[in-house]
């Protein structure tokens, strides 16, 4: 039986986020240039995106472009940024057929103007859809988000508009660019490393972390579904024990 088939169709997390890694290493292993491996995961986001619809995620987050992948050589960057435009010109009538919403978080003010024209283009035209919301993560970092949370809260305290008191969880959340989202439940990063890199690190307090050794570029929505399936056979306790759990 496919692992897709296999799915409790009650328990797919609403929310998953993924941090597309090993684009690179990917390239590097075919003899080409790490550009090679930008390109050719972009399949992997189509076929994501494909799978989450199918099975009924709302909002699937992916790490496209950090604030700290800003340091790297100009020619890579300028790529990343190259392929953003072209993507998104190639996949918005196949994003509208799929029913799918864009939405964007991190700082799109710095991103090249071009980069933002096509972004709010490509919202804009798939706004009115009722499925899946591709949220990307470009020029984001969780360090940065918070820090612009904490400026606006603060000035929003001194200009009256809310009092130190009204400060809760959240509210903290209504700063977030993540505003209005379900935390995700589960988080995946690709390509065998251990570690966050600086996302969504409020938002994932109580997620379920997968790490898998699979590069970016070979990630498929069968290994969407293999993650989904490994987070719905997890006990996820929030602090309480295994027996409250039960009663
Ligand atoms: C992820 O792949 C894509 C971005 C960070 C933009 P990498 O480019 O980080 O690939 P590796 O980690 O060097 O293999
Ligand atoms: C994380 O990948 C950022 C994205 C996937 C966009 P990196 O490759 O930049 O992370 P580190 O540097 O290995 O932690
Ligand atoms: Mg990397």
Known sequence: MSVEKKLIKDKIPKHIAIIMDGNGRWAEKNGKERTFGHENGVESVRSVVEGAGEIGVQYLTLYAFSTENWGRPKLEVDALMGLLVQSISNETVELMKKNVRLQVIGDVKSLPENVQCKLNWCIDTLKNNTGLTLVLALSYSSRWELTD???????????????????????????????????????????????????????????????????????????????????????????????????
């Open 149 to 247: 949370a904490v400026r606006r809260i603060a000035e929003d305290v001194q200009q009256e508009k809310i009092k130190t008191d009204d400060i809760d969880k959240d509210l903290i959340d209504s700063y977030l660019n993540t505003a209005g989202m379900p935390d995700p439940e589960l988080l995946i990063r690709t390509s065998g490393e251990n570690r966050i890199s600086n996302f969504l690190l409020w938002q994932i307090a109580y997620s379920e972390l997968y790490f898998t050794p699979v590069l970016w570029p070979d990630f498929r929505k069968e290994d969407l579904f293999k993650a989904i399936y490994d987070f719905q056979h997890r006990e996820r306790r929030f602090g309480k024990t295994s027996e409250q759990l039960m009663s």
